[in-house]
């Protein structure tokens, strides 16, 4: 079943480059699965040439280049980036019954969940760009996307990704993503829409409420011992909602 769906979801992919043509050198399965085995394992083109029985390895560089600009035109407009979904079947398909009743006061209302990820890197050769991708917390060198997903985890679409130094923490980089209208999320969202964010992303509240969202973030103690009840159960109402971000990236 899980080579099925492998190769059903290769099939998908074909189907949808449909500005690649066959040429002489190679089809537009092959191309496709020289792109893929490039991006999934990193092997040199003269390997991949022999493996995929292409007689120059410069024509693997063509070849590439080919399928990720089929891609960047074909693809990429229809599944990736928020315009690829539009609000109202976000709202209708992808939001939940439990986020709609403990979060929402008015009909078309969207609750979204951000987070960031990291995705770790090689050492770079480039000083500047070896310290700013350098994370402390980690101790290893790493990117990070921002990821917004509605509350059943299907993800809107990932922004950038952004270096992982301390300049980049949770909330200068989501206020970074509003205030430049990335994605032209400003005009995706709209006023009272929910944003559902942790407690990392604690210095964006006012900036967010200033742009028309509202927010749902657990509390903090400021000194107390224990949160009031009415405290500790909007604390679960959130949690309910946003562990689907954390599962999500554990499966990307």
């Not at 070896?130 to 994370?135: A, E, F, I, N, T």
């Not at 032209?184 to 200033?210: E, Y």
Request: proline fraction near 2%; include cysteine; hydrophobic fraction near 40%.
């Amino acid at each position: 079943h899980f080579n099925n769906s492998i190769t059903d979801q290769f099939n998908d992919l074909i189907g949808t480059v449909s500005s690649m043509r066959n040429s002489h050198t190679r089809s537009i399965r092959t191309a496709v699965a020289i792109f893929l085995a490039k991006m999934r394992l990193s092997l040199s083109n003269r390997l991949l040439a022999i493996l995929f029985h292409i007689d120059n390895k410069r024509n693997i560089s063509h070849i590439i280049s080919q399928v990720r600009i089929a891609l960047m035109k074909d693809f990429v407009p229809v599944h990736l980036g928020l315009h690829h979904i539009d609000r109202v079947t976000a709202i209708n398909q992808h939001q939940t019954a439990i986020a709609t009743i403990l979060h929402t006061t008015k009909p078309q209302q969207l609750c979204v969940v951000a987070d960031s990820t990291y995705l770790f890197i090689q050492k770079s050769s480039d000083n500047k760009f070896q310290r700013r991708s350098y994370s402390m917390h980690k101790h290893r060198h790493l990117v990070k996307p921002m990821i917004l997903t509605t509350t059943d985890g299907y993800i809107l679409c990932v922004m950038d990704p952004f270096l992982s130094d301390y300049k980049n923490n949770d909330a200068s980089i989501f206020k970074h993503c509003v205030y430049n209208n990335e994605q032209d999320i400003l005009n995706w969202l709209h006023d009272d829409d929910v944003l559902i964010l942790d407690r990392g992303f604690r210095d964006t509240v006012r900036a967010m409420k200033q742009f028309g969202f509202q927010v749902a973030m657990p509390s903090f103690l400021n000194g107390r011992k224990q949160f009031s009840l009415e405290e500790a159960n909007l604390n679960r109402c959130i949690t309910k909602v946003r562990w689907i971000v954390e599962s999500g990236r554990a499966y990307a």
